[in-house]
């Protein structure tokens, strides 16, 4: 989790040359470890303008979504796989189609796979240097890395360490907060459930504490607003209308807000 593969995908689907030649469109569900089947099914369905159609079995819906889909150029986005089972129905397009699939470690029958591997330093400080708008100091590039480093290179807690360096963090204090709020989640032990790898359970820890780190620098009513967040299915794209209406605030407190919680990589733009 974190590594990117999300995001990557998100970037392919705004490709110019993918949206042209996927000329009738692109669907994009997130799937999750519990995901409700049928009604992720019915959305797609009513997407392709078909609302008459009720599903009332996920056999029928996929069967409906195969007739809707048969002469079809489109990509289908099924985001976040963990169990194959789950994606089978969302494997309806026709022969003009094509399926693309995010998953963290589930095997999928019949595709062809590409490897997502955690970034390098120089991709991690050219990452973190687009969110810091001073140029860095050779210390600091050596503070940078060492803290790159210390999360395991993933991500969205690199974008999430430099929104706290532009908000005036120092590298030090930051990776003292940071080895702090570690130690407080290891001694809490929230990942001991199942059977997990020391290195995944340590990358787990690492992008939840540069979470809680950048929760921490919000004002409590902000800290609402995020929280608030939460109600967002994760494959909507929140406009600035809807969180007019989900904060109960003036539609230009509701874009300076979104514009705060982008610059500290709270939402994804």
Aim: net charge negative.
């Amino acid at each position: 989790g974190g590594i990117g593969k999300s995001v990557l995908a998100s970037k392919l689907t705004h490709d110019t040359a993918v949206q042209d030649y996927f000329a009738d469109g692109i669907l994009w569900v997130t799937l999750g470890q519990n995901p409700d089947i049928l009604p992720l099914l019915s959305g797609w369905i009513q997407a392709l303008g078909d609302h008459d159609y009720k599903p009332t079995a996920v056999e029928s819906a996929s069967n409906h979504l195969r007739t809707l889909l048969y002469d079809k150029c489109i990509l289908l986005v099924v985001d976040d796989v963990w169990n194959p089972a789950h994606l089978e129905p969302f494997r309806v397009g026709g022969d003009k189609s094509r399926v693309m699939v995010t998953t963290r470690e589930a095997r999928i029958p019949d595709a062809e796979l590409h490897r997502l591997d955690v970034m390098d330093e120089d991709q991690a400080l050219d990452l973190m240097t687009q969110k810091i708008k001073e140029p860095l100091s050779e210390r600091a590039r050596g503070q940078a890395l060492a803290f790159a480093g210390r999360v395991g290179y993933l991500p969205l807690a690199l974008e999430l360490a430099a929104s706290q360096i532009e908000d005036g963090v120092t590298w030090p204090e930051l990776l003292e907060d940071f080895t702090a709020e570690v130690s407080r989640l290891e001694a809490l032990d929230i990942y001991a459930q199942g059977e997990m790898p020391d290195d995944e359970k340590r990358r787990k820890y690492s992008l939840l504490a540069c979470f809680n780190l950048s929760l921490r620098q919000l004002s409590p009513e902000q800290l609402q607003q995020v929280a608030w967040l939460g109600v967002v299915p994760e494959d909507v794209s929140l406009t600035q209308a809807m969180a007019e209406t989900l904060w109960q605030v003036s539609g230009r407190l509701a874009g300076s807000l979104l514009r705060t919680f982008r610059a500290k990589s709270l939402v994804l733009q």
